[in-house]
């Protein structure tokens, strides 16, 4: 495991989970010089005592699937029991059912075994940069949206329904966001991936509409009769407004 004592907090901290230790080397490389601090572990019981140590503050976290005494699966359950740091889950290529599972269960985007450098880059300051809004208000507009019951603040980062407050992921939060500001407008799935990816969609790319299916349950709606988020079928989503319904 990659522990430096001498850790600069002044960098992104960032944690791969892998057992691969070149392209832990390779990853580390390429981002140490961009301004990332990276931390390495090599077994699924290591990494996640790594990311659940409270001295270190990960702003990110690569996890590979396949791991040595741990899944990467049963480390994201673990992981998302105490922390909401924001996951990028490593799959196969073109294993979709990987991808599936791993943002039902908590990951917050996925990238493929074979990503190149500037797609890792370009998915690692998406996330990173809705942790660092998370963690310091001041890099938000501290702006509240209501719509009936749910509540929304995202300079506190909090969102709640009712007298509930949510626990989402920071995916689910942007997204629960992008729809509280167009409620009782259709929202696109390509205009919801740039909303809270910040990349331009992919045609293959059906991860908004796991991410979507995980906030409904969180809701506790129902997609055949919703009180929140309504299928426009080959177009998109709409948060439901009530003023209007």
């Not at 996925?110 to 190149?116: A, G, I, R, V």
């Not at 059906?206 to 426009?232: E, F």
């Amino acid at each position: 495991m990659n522990q430096s004592s001498n850790i600069d907090y002044a960098k992104t901290q960032l944690l791969i989970i892998d057992d691969d230790r070149k392209l832990c080397r390779l990853v580390r490389d390429y981002l140490e010089p961009l301004g990332y601090q990276v931390a390495a572990a090599h077994t699924g019981p290591d990494g996640l005592d790594l990311a659940l140590d409270e001295s270190r503050e990960f702003e990110a976290i690569i996890l590979d699937v396949m791991l040595p005494g741990m899944d990467g699966f049963e480390l994201l359950k673990r992981l998302r029991a105490g922390s909401d740091t924001p996951v990028l889950m490593l799959t196969s290529r073109g294993d979709e059912a990987d991808r599936i599972v791993g943002l039902e269960i908590g990951a917050d985007d996925y990238l493929p075994k074979t990503f190149s450098t500037r797609e890792l880059l370009a998915r690692l300051r998406a996330v990173t940069r809705r942790a660092k809004v998370k963690r310091d208000p001041a890099h938000s507009h501290e702006s509240e949206y209501a719509c009936g019951d749910l509540r929304l603040n995202e300079g506190t980062h909090t969102a709640s329904q009712g007298d509930t407050v949510l626990t989402l992921t920071a995916i689910e939060f942007d997204l629960l966001a992008a729809f509280m500001k167009a409620k009782g407008r259709v929202k696109s799935r390509e205009q919801l991936i740039e909303d809270v990816a910040h990349r331009h969609f992919d045609v293959f790319d059906r991860s908004i509409d796991v991410h979507v299916s995980a906030l409904r349950k969180k809701l506790n709606d129902d997609a055949k009769q919703p009180r929140y988020i309504r299928t426009i079928r080959s177009v998109g989503y709409l948060l439901i407004n009530p003023e209007y319904s």
